[in-house]
Nanobody, 115 residues
């Protein structure tokens, strides 16, 4: 049973920074991709950033230049450095891990950007 555990969410003022981390356990296989989605109240879940096993990354337009994804898919870990946070970044952030045709999800961590 693969489990993803996220950490690093919390309350931050506009313009501040947070780092989210996610670690997968229960598997000895490297992920083909890992990343982060987010879901704000009343909105659909949206992809924030992803990183493939080869190291290539992808970002939502709304976070380009502010967020950086990193990690080692071989180590089944992924991090999201979030800078210049805005109130519209407020959401529950979910980590995911892909392996073959399977996608596993973390439980989510709340990020609130407010003064």
């Amino acid at each position: 049973q693969v489990q993803l555990v996220e950490s690093g969410g919390g309350l931050v003022q506009p313009g501040g920074s947070l780092i989210l981390s996610c670690a997968a356990s229960g598997t000895g296989f490297s992920a083909s991709a890992m990343g982060w989605y987010r879901q704000a109240p009343g909105k659909q879940r949206e992809l924030v950033a992803s990183i493939l096993s080869g190291g290539s990354t992808n970002y939502a337009d709304s976070v380009k230049g502010r967020f950086t994804i990193s990690g080692g898919n071989a180590a089944n870990t992924v991090h999201l450095q979030m800078n210049s946070l805005k109130p519209e970044d407020t959401a529950v952030y979910y980590c995911y891990r892909d392996f073959l045709q399977r996608r596993d999800w973390g439980q989510g961590t709340q990020v609130t950007v407010s003064s």
